[in-house]
């Protein structure tokens, strides 16, 4: 059964601290990694991460993607307490028709 | 760009009732799709068009769930009857493709249903 496994399932921080969260995945017919942050609304997307070495980031946050290990980090810098979410990651494939296979998220709380 | 649009926001129902949800897309985003999110989990798939035909359904429990996307547009996610477990925010989402690649899936604000 395909499953996306996200760790830790929480994270209490305070304003500055660096963050790492983990997603590892065993999906069928692997496309890409997306990940996601949702606030009390909709998620809105981060990355996508189809190359396995190549980090991408956006300001503070930054993602890479380990094909062998079936695994990806999401790196939080200089955290601030509107980073307050939880993170989601998905999985594109999967032995049906291609969709997302999301993890349960990591609830990242950012205290000042 | 105008997101994608969901209503109502929120709704309460008590169980053995009937639900319906709308969906709007992305303007010129030919793949949609339904997910359901239960507290404290991630989203779940239940189903996904490509314009106006099914591409997977395959975790939408029918017997009670049914969607519609009759001109490649908007969709239609109804629940009848419901039940307590139905309980969840429902995600409507959109991309240009069903590859995802450099194409990933934009989602709407979702409808909370609160059945009781």
Sequence with gaps: ????????????????????????????????????????KAPTFLFMLTSSGIEKKSGRLSSI????ELSSILNITATQTGDSAIYLCAVEGGSGPLGLIFGKGTKLSVKP | ????????????????????????????????????????Q???????????GVVDDSQLPKDRF?????????????????????????????????????SPLHFGNGTRLTVT
């Design chain 2, 42 to 52: 991630g989203p779940k798939l239940l189903i996904q068009f490509q314009n106006n």
């Design chain 2, 66 to 102: 049914s969607a519609e996307r009759l001109k490649g547009v908007d969709s239609t996610l109804k629940i009848q009857p419901a039940k307590l477990e139905d309980s969840a925010v429902y995600l409507c989402a959109s991309s240009l493709d069903t590859r995802g690649y450099n």
């Design chain 2, 1 to 40: 760009e105008a997101g994608v649009a969901q209503s109502p926001r929120y709704k309460i129902i008590e169980k053995r009732q009937s639900v319906a949800f709308w969906c709007n897309p992305i303007s010129g985003h030919a793949t949609l799709y339904w997910y359901q999110q239960i507290l404290g």
């Design chain 1, 1 to 40: 059964e395909d499953k996306v496994v996200q760790s830790p399932l929480s994270l209490v921080v305070h304003e500055g601290d660096t963050v790492t969260l983990n997603c590892s995945y065993e999906v069928t017919n692997f496309r890409s990694l997306l990940w996601y942050k949702q606030e009390k």
């Design chain 1, 65 to 68: 993607l380990d094909k062998k």
